[in-house]
């Protein structure tokens, strides 16, 4: 148990929904990350936030969005979903900033109809 | 742009044997190297990590790893494989000015018996 806790396990929708998925990062950490793992794009690095504030993004569509809130729990957003979006959806937490290792939740499986 | 090679797809070894998972890294400044293992429908645990000093590193689960700057490598490597041990590995280099870890395409392992 890594001590990140996600939130769905599993979620199932249908296209042009939306979803919000939960992470609580470990205890003490301040760094979240969310990665996406699908099939065709294997896994990729979405967006970081750090004590609230956004810091890093990678392939993040403009269609999701994610904040971090002062419990430093975060949400990622998915909205107008499309079946290539069906993915599992992994949070990760780090104690600070930066070269820190990362540890990872054990994900929310998304799937679209 | 920092990239991760795992060049076998799919590894198939009996319990018992000896195991070792290739990583090519490809980063100019010397990277931090990590090792995830993924169990069906589990999420991602951190078998070892490199950040520098001695380059072979240990792990756990009787898991270690060498990093060679001169192969650009960072392979793992156990000595007796248990059954336990058929699962997805991951290998990722976190670069030293960002955040995100860079994943390699992943070497599914089965063990048969």
């Known amino acids: 148990d890594s001590g990140v806790t996600q939130t769905p396990k599993h979620l199932i929708t249908a296209t042009g929904q939306r979803v919000t998925l939960r992470c609580s990062p470990r205890?003490?950490?301040?760094?979240v990350y969310w990665y996406q793992q699908s099939l065709d794009q294997g896994l990729q690095f979405l967006i970081q936030?750090?004590?609230?504030?956004?810091?890093a993004k990678g392939n993040i569509l403009e269609r999701f969005s994610a904040q971090q809130f002062p419990d430093l729990h975060s949400e990622l957003n998915l909205s107008s979903l499309e079946l290539g979006d069906s993915a599992l959806y992994f949070c990760?937490?780090?104690?600070?900033?930066?070269?820190?290792?990362?540890?990872f939740g054990p994900g929310t499986r998304l799937l679209v109809l | 742009a920092q990239s991760v090679t795992q060049p076998d797809i799919h590894i198939t070894v009996s319990e018992g044997a000896s195991l070792e998972l290739r990583c090519n890294y490809s980063?100019?400044?010397?990277?931090?190297l990590f090792w995830y293992v993924q169990s069906p429908g589990q999420g991602l645990q951190l078998l070892l990590k490199?950040?520098?000093?001695?380059?072979l590193v240990q792990g756990i689960k009787g898991f270690e790893a060498e990093f060679k700057r001169s192969q650009s490598s960072f392979n793992l490597r156990k000595p007796s494989v248990h059954w336990s041990d058929a699962a997805e590995y991951f290998c990722?280099?976190?670069?030293?000015?960002?955040?995100?870890?860079?994943f390699g395409t992943g070497t599914r392992l089965q063990v048969t018996l």
């Open positions: 990760a937490s780090s104690a600070s900033l930066d070269q820190e290792t990362q540890y």
């Open positions: 205890s003490g950490d301040l760094s």
């Open positions: 936030y750090y004590n609230g504030e956004e810091r």
């Open positions: 980063y100019g400044a010397t990277p931090y």
């Open positions: 490199y950040f520098s000093g001695d380059t």
């Open positions: 990722a280099v976190l670069t030293g000015t960002a955040s995100k870890l860079t």
